[in-house]
RNA sequence: CGCGGGAUAGAGCAGCCAGGUAGCUCGUCAGGCUCAUAACCUGAAGGUCAGAGGUUCAAAUCCUCUUCCCGCAACCA
């Protein structure tokens, strides 16, 4: 049987700014998606990347007196960095400012408009000379913007209105294309207004960094036009027949609610254009709230959760962040709740169980694990529980309720602390070392088990437990521990944290 | 009447689509245990499920209205 693909994308990010913590949540979370499914094994794709074109980029460039080029290169290390440091293992980085990029962007754009999809037109609209763009109308009468006047501009335009009908049909036909559900109204009720077309173009004279048409060298592409091709670039829709046909459709395009219309909208249309099937799922996430609406005054404590990572560690905040967020929802992030969840779940519960029972064993078997021989109803029970616990979580993941998975698997661990407490090998053992070996290997096989599945978050710490059990590289089947492998000797895996006194109310 | 989502114990959430004793984690209180990272286990307190009305033998769950919060309303990534 061949294996099944997985292709997930995170958005590419725009190199107007440093990487923040929105970049990291959703890049972590296309990390653990990517690695569940290669534990499922399947075939996995991981792309994420960078958006280096656009007036932002320009400006930014202009404001630190760099060429626009140098200025994205020294942006880009700084995503890459986090990336390593974050523990992302992603198969491909795409900038779009790379020739591979540039070179599709054209071919697609020259189909396009010899499919007589792109046309020149004028467009009239609100235009702030201070931000030097045109604004929508609800913009203009929020009265942020100076200067504002009716400016005409000759432009190229995309039929995106052509496949409206067809769009629509397509959302109604494919449940889960757009998730969660609430995003998919949001977009069908967008829909239900006449849809415009995309103006695509920029003239050289206002903006000139982006790509050129290629049917017309007065203009450069629509930053998104631009963008969101990158989806297909990197898998070889100009260069790799092959490769592309084994990857496209993408399985997930993750992104943040923000850029949910581009992607539905925009990018679908597109793709329609192209005749190319539309990505399986697009998936929006909520966003991080960092404390309080203001939080400046009172606790003087700002924190910014990548701060947390050296700190902590980088694992503890995986977990956290795929934690806590619950499907498309906003979160907020407080140190309190980190802390909290840190020690309650990673080490009183997770970290806890693996000293214990290595202790146990240490104690009584001279560190090497012990038959099971046969089991008894309780020991049955957490077996029970272990070996359903595969299916559960594989469930959770591929509808992205990660937190529930998790849950899931906390769930087992705090069952498995339950049983070792009322089994009470450390008593058992003084009348039959045969039974409290049989307790041990249970809650060590349920120890493993809850690793090896919480291994996509915490990759490197499972490592650890994998290790100590002598069962790195074993599956979340039940009775893979090898009988007699001697216990390493480990540190705490997790130690408490220390919960800081000075805050107050919050 | 623009479209849509939400309001469940001190906190964060599940349950609602397929009505039938209100559940989980954290926190609080009281016990227990002592193998373990002052951890773990047992038990308890705490909710008129935003409010009002309706359907029903029965409503957190279905319907209507009200109040409050939030998202979207396109060319900025």
Request: aromatic share 12%.
């Amino acid at each position: 049987m061949k294996n099944k693909k997985f292709y997930v994308t995170t958005p590419i990010y725009y190199v107007n700014d440093k990487p923040h913590i929105g970049h990291a949540y959703t890049t972590i979370l296309a990390d653990v998606l990517a690695r569940y499914h290669q534990m499922a094994q399947e075939e996995v794709f991981f792309l994420t990347g960078l958006d280096e074109h656009g007036q932002k980029v320009q400006q930014a460039a202009q404001k630190r007196e760099m060429s626009y080029q140098a200025h994205c290169d020294d942006l880009a290390p700084r995503f890459i960095q986090l990336w390593e440091k974050l523990g992302i293992r992603y198969d491909d980085f795409i900038r779009t400012t790379q020739e591979r990029h540039i070179k599709t962007v054209q071919h697609i754009l020259q189909k396009v408009y010899e499919a007589g999809d792109i046309y020149q037109d004028e467009y009239e609209g609100w235009y702030s000379v201070a931000e030097e763009r045109f604004i929508t109308e609800t913009e203009k009468d929020s009265g942020q913007f100076r200067d504002v006047k009716i400016l005409k501009e000759r432009n190229w335009f995309f039929k995106m209105s052509e496949y409206q009908d067809k769009l629509v049909d397509y959302i109604y036909e494919h449940p889960e294309f757009i998730q969660p559900e609430h995003r998919r109204n949001e977009i069908l009720g967008f829909l239900k207004q006449p849809l415009g077309d995309l103006c695509i173009s920029r003239p050289k004279s206002r903006m000139d960094w982006g790509i050129e048409l290629p049917f017309d060298k007065e203009y450069v592409t629509y930053v998104w036009f631009d963008a969101l091709i990158n989806y297909i670039t990197a898998p070889g829709y100009l260069d790799d027949p092959k490769k592309f046909k084994k990857w496209w459709p993408a399985d997930v395009h993750l992104i943040g609610k923000d850029i949910l219309t581009t992607h539905c909208v925009y990018w679908s249309t597109m793709l329609l254009s192209l005749k190319l099937p539309l990505p399986k799922t697009i998936f929006a996430h909520g966003w991080w709230l960092v404390g309080e609406t203001k939080m400046s005054k009172s606790l003087g404590n700002v924190i910014n959760p990548l701060d947390l990572i050296d700190q902590y560690g980088v694992e503890p905040v995986r977990y956290y962040l795929m934690r806590e967020m619950v499907l498309g929802q906003d979160a907020q992030f407080t140190l309190e709740s980190f802390i909290k969840r840190f020690n309650s779940d990673l080490a009183n519960d997770f970290g806890n169980l693996l000293n214990r029972v290595s202790g146990l064993v240490g104690k009584y078997f001279d560190g090497c694990i012990p038959d099971q021989s046969h089991l008894m109803q309780a020991d049955l029970d957490i077996r029970k529980q272990a070996m359903a616990l595969e299916e559960k979580v594989r469930d959770y993941v591929n509808h992205f309720h990660i937190n529930e998975a998790i849950e899931e698997i906390l769930e087992l661990v705090r069952a498995t602390n339950k049983y070792v407490e009322h089994q009470a090998p450390w008593k058992v053992a003084k009348e039959s070392l045969n039974s409290a070996g049989r307790i041990l290997y249970t809650a060590m096989e349920a120890l493993r088990i809850s690793a090896v599945l919480l291994s996509p978050v915490m990759p490197q710490k499972t490592h650890i437990v994998l290790d100590v059990l002598g069962a790195v590289g074993s599956t979340p089947k039940w009775g893979e521990l090898k009988i007699n492998t001697k216990l390493k000797t480990h540190e705490a895996l997790f130690p408490r944290l220390e919960v800081k006194s000075n805050e107050k109310g919050t």
